[in-house]
């Protein structure tokens, strides 16, 4: 079954990565773009883990993962090796209802990792639903290279014209003509 795509506003909620190796510090980066709520528990870091750690002044529990610690996370991210603390933990997520994405093990996950590309407000998420993350991550290469540089301009000008104009099917049109004129002159 396919993974449902929607995007998740994480403020105010509190992420955990378990695991503080190579693949932690990428799915730390991603997910620092969208908040810096975020713990890691680690016996041991990378250095790029303790990087990023030290840059935005991140939580950081110097032990292996015990039973309780997703206890008030919204989401945990199991970046270890080990099939069974995966299971052991997305278990656990399961019962407390926290979200868990088990690294490389798709039946270990409520939601994976997209390839994304983030200009500001624009944020495109591509995925294979786990069956080759390679095609996502080159597809993204080619669609970022065709978007132009201007798009978050463009993006702010038609948030201000949206707050700026009363709802309604006027202020819709409006911003429909805009938006299509925009993509138009992009891609024509």
């Known amino acids: 079954m396919s993974f449902f795509p929607a ?29 810096k709520n975020i ?22 529990i110097n032990r292996e993962y ?9 989401i945990v991210v199991v970046a270890v090796d080990s099939l069974e603390i995966q299971k052991e933990i997305y278990n656990e997520a399961t019962q407390k209802g926290v979200l868990c994405n088990s690294v490389d093990s798709v039946e270990y996950c409520d939601f994976i ?25 080159y597809l993204k290469q080619k669609i970022d290279k065709l978007l132009p540089t201007s798009i978050s301009q463009k993006l702010q000008e038609l948030k201000e014209l949206r707050s700026s104009n009363p709802k309604g099917k006027e202020r819709q049109k409006l911003l429909d003509i805009k938006a299509k004129e925009f993509i138009d002159k992009i891609f024509n």
């Open 7 to 35: 995007l998740l506003k994480l403020d105010n909620k509190r992420v955990l990565i378990v695991g503080g190796g190579e693949i932690a510090s990428f799915k730390l980066e991603k997910l620092l773009d969208f908040t």
């Open 39 to 60: 713990t890691i528990v680690a016996p041991q870091i990378s250095s790029k883990t303790k990087e990023l750690i030290d840059r935005y002044n991140l939580k950081y």
């Open 66 to 74: 015990k039973k309780g610690d997703i206890d008030n996370y919204f």
């Open 113 to 137: 990792f997209p390839s994304i590309i983030k200009r500001d407000d624009l944020i495109i998420a591509i995925s294979t639903s786990g069956s080759s993350p390679s095609v996502a991550k």
